[in-house]
């Protein structure tokens, strides 16, 4: 199987499109990207954001930059144990070095995407944490 992912600005709808050996596709997943920020919003707009397309039965991407990265683990660690979600996928990056308007050099930051589908049941989350320390 393959995915292909379509990604757009944050806070856009993305597919994700599976196709089988044939090129026959087996299923359109639609999931949203939520880019937290530890400034802009408190940690429970993004939260209850992320509760309300997983209720909608779409898969939740959340990305963060830096100093945001805590916010991101945190509302994962939440959605997780109050059963809304599954991690589906965890990639940590970091995005290249620039120059500011003075010309010194930024270092790069870190970032981190957790990719959330929902839980088909309460134990689902549970289960999935449990199995890989056994």
């Not at 299923?27 to 937290?36: C, G, L, P, T």
């Not at 509302?75 to 940590?92: F, P, V």
């Not at 050099?105 to 589908?117: E, S």
Request: aromatic letters at 4%; proline letters at 3%.
């Amino acid at each position: 199987m393959e995915a292909i992912l379509v990604l757009t600005n944050a806070g856009e709808m993305k597919n994700v499109v599976t196709k089988i050996n044939g090129g026959d596709l087996e299923k359109e997943k639609k999931f949203f990207r939520i880019q937290v920020s530890k400034s802009k919003k408190p940690l429970f707009f993004y939260l209850n954001l992320a509760k309300k397309h997983l209720k909608m039965d779409h898969d939740v991407e959340l990305c963060a930059l830096g100093t945001a990265i805590p916010t991101v683990i945190i509302i994962t660690e939440i959605l997780k144990r109050d059963g809304w979600g599954i991690e589906k996928s965890i990639m940590a990056s970091t995005i290249d070095a620039r120059e500011d308007k003075e010309g010194r050099r930024i270092p790069p930051k870190a970032k981190l995407d957790i990719l959330l589908g929902k839980a088909k049941s309460g134990d689902q989350s549970t289960e999935a944490s449990t199995s890989t320390e056994e």
